[in-house]
């Protein structure tokens, strides 16, 4: 198979190393060399080298010719700086975080073909010939530049090594770096900063002369615009791509300088600037070139042969410039037949809870941390992709970790392949004996046929998703392959027909099988050790999985029934995947609060004041008596108390959901219906009666508080899997939507603090469930929305209405 799993080890290249085939689709992947300064975190992951390997895998897959290169940036400020913080040296400091860097992403899986480093010979000689043709051909002046010089420590101050407040109007952020703002994102020159200090011994450094070498952008723009025109259409660059790029054309190219006053560094290889290196951004992306020279001599075979290989790259919004504009000039400036990029993958923020990940503050989970905390890295590599932020940002929350996990892997994608398993697992006379049945017929049995087309379709999507690099949706497609099986499963009502019809049994068993066999072929770039304990409980090499037109893969997967042959004996089944309790989530939550001090303040506030409320709320019965929220059941007895006490709020399962499309009942004018998105495969219908009191346009796109767990009803035809929540003033007149808060994730589970408890499956209508605490929610004074006189409570706030207090929620 292309299922090739190429590990996250460095080292020269071997007898085994890859080259450009002729006749082959030969791909070159690279991802953007993570800073060897520090351990990644979880959005440093999914940003670059997580989304690369991804494609790797499905080109691999596909039986692509494809090459993944990657490795450590080890050059520049950064690293200095880490030094002089451990008291040790750059190369000491490289060492040690090369290695945290390469375990990482081991246990991530990550399948580099070589992970690299750029603090090699082979990039001091690739990046000083680069250098030495810009020379020869006119491309590079001298200038003579000002720059920060501090007394104290008697040295030029690299970019990184001065902090002040950001002069762009608006931002003012106060621990500006002198290469770059991190609030507002605008690159600088440290002379720009306000207010600037030194890091090192925080006095404030003077301006001084100081000679630097500059690539003269501008002497190149008409060569660079030529390319970006003609392969951001050809590579179908992403808007923020482009828009980024754009940025900086629509600017105005300016010379930049490529040299810096430091000891750690490329050496320029010039007599006057002997003591100067090259800045990082000049020789960073050229690692990209001198680590696949440690793969292989046969380097250039790679990088010199545009004509028959495709470079993908993959970086975070904030590299863009460098990849679109400064890495493409360099080489064009060298008039050599490079390969240049022809397709980008540009990923936005993932923040972390309410805040932001950063290395520098210790906010969010990190690399390590994602292994210490024993869940399965499937789960986080789903989970990150899942989440991965390729149109706006995105935020990770543990509540939506758990939610995906439980819903979507367990419930979902496990429980199908489990039930299949352990059917054919069972012994003769209630299953297979382990051995796949013949199934003649298969291709003509109505229910199957209309699952073969369905599958077929997303197979389709699948292949189309993954070939524009649209990761995420190429996830939910495969991901839904699975839901269609459980829904086949359901319709087909195996069970019976086991007793009542062998022949059609047989069939359903034979065809899930072989979407069993199809999701771990799909699901194998996402989660290669998912696909790996899916192949061995199926008793098939892992080898085998491939969707290689020329063998006919695809094809034979639009007839899941011929995928694996009858009379194969499959391995044991296991459950795939384990629950995330709401303890684990709230211990993890704690855990991994980080430093950000005025975050946790707030959450300690908010904390007291529910701790207070809890204190003063006395709820009565009718009799007067106090009544305790938490009762042992063998007390619960008193005639009014039994229904409250029993009939906890917590039985309700109400989520953060997103309206991913809302129009108006085809039979009913009153109903509006709505395609809702709930963190699940597959979005849910929803029939509302809000089309008096809500415009159409106020129902798109909005996040909603929805109940899960009411049993699905027919409405007018339409059949309505959950309810929306709304709150209604005294007289109906008024009708408003109960909003989570904004940055509250997608399908993330209401809670009421002080009140614990499993939600139902479904709510059972002859209990009365729903009616029953239906009664005790409104909206207070504050329009907080409240059951009782607790609120509504996301991971990142509570629910609220826009004017309706001591409304009746509903």
């Excluded at 600037?196 to 002369?209: A, E, G, N």
């Excluded at 007289?731 to 808060?741: A, R, S, Y």
């Amino acid at each position: 198979m292309a299922a090739d799993n190429s590990s996250a080890a460095g080292g020269q290249g071997t007898a085994l190393s890859k080259v450009p085939l002729p006749g082959k689709r030969n791909i070159l992947i690279t991802s953007a060399l993570p800073y060897v300064n520090n351990v990644p975190h979880l959005g440093n992951i999914i940003g670059c080298v997580l989304s690369a390997d991804v494609f790797a895998r499905y080109c691999r897959l596909r039986g692509y010719n494809a090459i993944y290169m990657c490795g450590t940036d080890e050059y520049g400020t950064a690293t200095e700086t880490k030094a002089l913080e451990e008291n040790c040296t750059p190369k000491q400091i490289c060492d040690k975080y090369y290695a945290i860097h390469r375990e990482v992403y081991k246990w991530f899986n990550i399948s580099f073909d070589e992970f690299g480093r750029t603090s090699t010979p082979q990039q001091e000689e690739i990046c000083q010939a680069v250098f030495n043709k810009l020379w020869e051909n006119n491309w590079l002046s001298e200038n003579t530049m000002q720059q920060l010089y501090c007394d104290t420590c008697q040295k030029f101050l690299a970019d990184r090594l001065v902090e002040g407040s950001c002069p762009t109007e608006g931002c003012n952020y106060d621990s500006a770096r002198g290469d770059q703002c991190e609030k507002c994102g605008k690159l600088l020159n440290p002379t720009e900063l306000k207010d600037p200090k030194c890091k090192v011994c925080h006095s404030t450094p003077r301006i001084r002369d100081t000679d630097h070498l500059f690539l003269e952008l501008p002497l190149l723009k008409d060569k660079l615009v030529n390319y970006i025109e003609n392969m951001s259409v050809a590579g179908s660059w992403s808007q923020n791509a482009i828009q980024a790029t754009n940025a900086w054309l629509k600017e105005g190219l300016k010379q930049r300088c490529i040299t810096r006053d430091l000891k750690w560094g490329v050496p320029v290889p010039l007599e006057k600037y002997k003591d100067k290196v090259f800045y990082v951004w000049f020789d960073a992306p050229i690692g990209y070139v001198s680590i696949t020279k440690c793969y292989t001599e046969d380097w250039e075979k790679w990088w010199k042969n545009p004509e028959n290989v495709e470079l993908y790259q993959f970086m975070g919004k904030d590299n863009v410039p460098f990849h679109t504009v400064m890495f493409p000039s360099t080489l064009l400036g060298t008039g050599e037949n490079w390969t240049l990029m022809k397709t980008i993958s540009v990923t936005e923020y993932l923040n972390y809870e309410a805040g932001k990940f950063s290395k520098s503050k210790g906010i969010g989970v990190f690399g390590n941390d994602a292994k210490d905390t024993n869940i399965p890295v499937e789960v986080w590599r789903y989970y990150l992709l899942t989440n991965r932020p390729e149109v706006s940002d995105t935020l990770f929350t543990w509540s939506d970790l758990q939610a995906k996990l439980n819903s979507e892997l367990l419930n979902n994608l496990g429980n199908f392949i489990n039930r299949v398993l352990s059917f054919i697992a069972k012994p003769s006379g209630a299953g297979y004996g382990s051995v796949i049945p013949d199934a003649p017929g298969a291709g003509s049995h109505p229910l199957t046929e209309k699952l073969a087309e369905e599958v077929r379709k997303l197979v389709d999507q699948y292949v189309e998703a993954m070939e524009k690099v649209k990761l995420k949706q190429g996830l939910k497609t495969a991901m839904s392959i699975s839901s269609e099986g459980n829904a086949y499963l359901q319709e087909s009502q195996f069970w019976k027909l086991y007793k009542e019809d062998q022949p059609s049994c047989s069939i359903v068993m034979r065809t899930s099988v072989g979407l069993v066999y199809l999701l771990g072929c799909l699901l194998e770039p996402f989660m290669p050790s998912f696909s790996v304990e899916v192949f061995k409980q199926l008793d098939l090499p892992l080898e085998q999985a491939s969707l290689c037109d020329e063998k006919g893969d695809i094809d034979r997967a639009r007839r899941p029934w011929e995928i694996i042959p009858s009379g194969h004996k499959i391995g044991k089944p296991e459950p795939l995947f384990k629950e995330l309790k709401d303890e684990e989530v709230e211990f993890f939550r704690n855990k991994f609060a980080g430093s950000q001090a005025d975050r946790r303040e707030r959450a300690e506030a908010e904390t007291a004041k529910i701790a207070e409320q809890l204190k003063n709320t006395k709820v009565l019965d009718g009799a007067g008596k106090k009544q305790q929220r938490k009762k042992p059941a063998n007390e619960a007895n008193s005639k009014k108390g039994t229904v409250e006490e029993e009939i906890s709020i917590t039985r309700l399962d109400i989520r953060v959901g997103l309206i991913k499309k809302a129009q108006k009942h085809p039979d009913a004018d009153s109903l509006y219906v709505e395609e809702i998105d709930l963190g699940e495969a597959q979005p849910r219908t929803v029939v509302s009666g809000l089309v008096k009191y809500i415009p159409l346009e106020e129902m798109q796109n909005r996040k909603v508080c929805v109940l899960c767990n009411l049993k699905p009803a027919n409405m007018r035809g339409i059949k309505s899997q959950a309810m929306v929540l709304a709150a209604s003033n005294s007289d109906h007149t008024k009708v408003e939507l109960v909003d989570p808060p904004h940055s509250a994730a997608v399908g993330e589970r209401i809670t009421f603090p002080g009140f614990e408890g499993q939600a139902d499956d479904v709510l059972n209508p002859k209990k009365k469930v729903w009616e029953t605490l239906q009664v005790d929610l409104q909206t207070n004074q504050d329009l907080v929305a409240c059951y009782k006189d607790i609120p509504l409570t996301t991971s990142t706030g509570v629910c609220k209405v826009a004017s309706i207090g001591g409304g009746s929620i509903r």
